[in-house]
């Protein structure tokens, strides 16, 4: 057992009870903290990477099988870390989108889904169990926050789902349950894991985290040194509608929220995305696209006009097809970069939180 230093005492604070010994999942481990603790405990930093090659690369599941270390760097490693495990309680497949209801080790229920593309096969992964925004078209909102994820259960996500469907998955979205920049910095060691060249080697081009507009996380995010994109849940043209829809945009109003976006593009140079769920009657007729062209002109951007999955315990219906193309045009016309998302999932319940909320009743 090693003695921990104060150095590494945020380390421990995110480690686990077990047996009465502080462990901490493997999993939820940067190469950073990794080479911190092999220098504290005399070994050599280098150790570290082949430590990773192991977990992320041949992907074995026991200390004992990482034969290149030695019986006592094996030992501290056994003594310290555990290998978290991640239950599939549920699976459900529609064409070219499955979803997956995972159990945590406490017994609560998140889920993940998986989406082929062409260019590959994407994972929109839960940052959280349940969440507080309350956006008022969410089944996830429905489900108040219950605890943050690790940065561990949220890796476990991706490597559950590669070994089940025997791939590698080439984009992870952090769009699933939860609103990631609440949960800051266990969202950060996240994407530091999976975007280590010698970890999941996930590019952070491929990597995209949604926020519905936690703006001091944006001014947050716009100084890390990943390359990561930022979707924002945008929803509606002004705050009339996004107060409707989104409390969040109480705390933080749609001009505030354009000024962060104006502000991170000035910092990072990247292109956001706004995402703009279409529900009838709500944000999708022909002013509103007008007033949304207005509000986003000048900004590099674009937005993704989602047809909203509707749920048996929400009342918002979705935008008929034509009315969503009109939207389309209307935002093409005013030069506005703009696609519509193709429909994915809605016969498996693959709008956020839906799988969730219908395994917790059974
Ligand atoms: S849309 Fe996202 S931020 Fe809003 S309630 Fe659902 S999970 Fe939370």
Redesign the pocket.
């Known amino acids: 057992m090693i003695i921990w230093s104060n150095k590494l005492t945020n380390f421990l604070n995110k480690s686990t009870i077990i047996m009465g010994v502080y462990m901490k999942s493997i999993y939820g481990v940067t190469i950073d903290e990794l080479e911190g603790l092999l220098v504290e405990n005399n070994e050599k930093k280098f150790h570290a990477g082949q430590i990773y090659d192991w977990i992320y690369v041949k992907r074995v599941d026991t200390f004992s099988k990482m034969t290149n270390l030695s019986k006592s760097l094996i030992k501290l490693l056994e003594d310290n870390f555990y290998f978290e495990k991640l239950e599939v309680i549920k699976e459900q497949k529609d064409k070219d989108v499955s979803k997956f209801l995972f159990k945590l080790s406490d017994e609560n229920l998140i889920e993940a889904v998986l989406m082929n593309h062409d260019y590959g096969n994407s994972l929109c992964v839960s940052s959280q169990v349940g ?5 008022r ?5 429905r489900l108040k926050k219950v605890r943050n994820l690790t940065s561990s259960e949220m890796v476990l996500q991706i490597l559950k789902v590669e070994k089940l469907i025997g791939k590698r998955i080439s984009h992870v979205v952090v ?5 990631p920049f609440d949960n800051y910095d266990n969202l950060v060691s996240f994407i530091t894991i999976i975007n280590h060249a010698k970890g999941i080697a996930l590019g952070s081009r491929h990597i995209t985290v ?1 926020t ?1 507009g936690v703006v001091p996380k944006i001014y947050e995010f716009a100084k890390l040194p990943f390359q990561v994109n930022l979707a924002i ?1 945008l929803h509606a043209p002004n705050d009339k509608i996004r107060n409707e829809i ?1 409390p ?1 945009n109480k705390a933080y109003n749609v001009s505030t929220l354009i000024k962060a976006i104006k502000d991170y593009l000035s910092i990072t140079n990247r292109r956001v995305t706004f995402e703009y769920i279409m529900l009838d009657g709500v944000n999708d007729n022909a002013s509103n696209a007008k007033e949304l062209a207005s509000l986003l002109r000048g900004i590099n951007c674009y937005v993704n006009l989602i047809p909203y999955n509707e749920t048996e315990n929400i009342s918002f219906k979705r935008t008929e097809k034509e009315k969503i193309l009109k939207f389309y045009d209307i935002l093409k016309k005013e030069k506005i970069n703009v696609t519509i998302r193709r429909e994915f999932g809605g016969n498996i319940d693959a709008a ?2 839906q799988l969730r909320a219908k395994g917790k009743v059974k």
């Open positions: 969440c507080n925004m309350g956006c078209f969410c089944e996830s909102g769009m699933g349950i939860g609103e949604s519905c849940s989104m969040i956020c939180g």
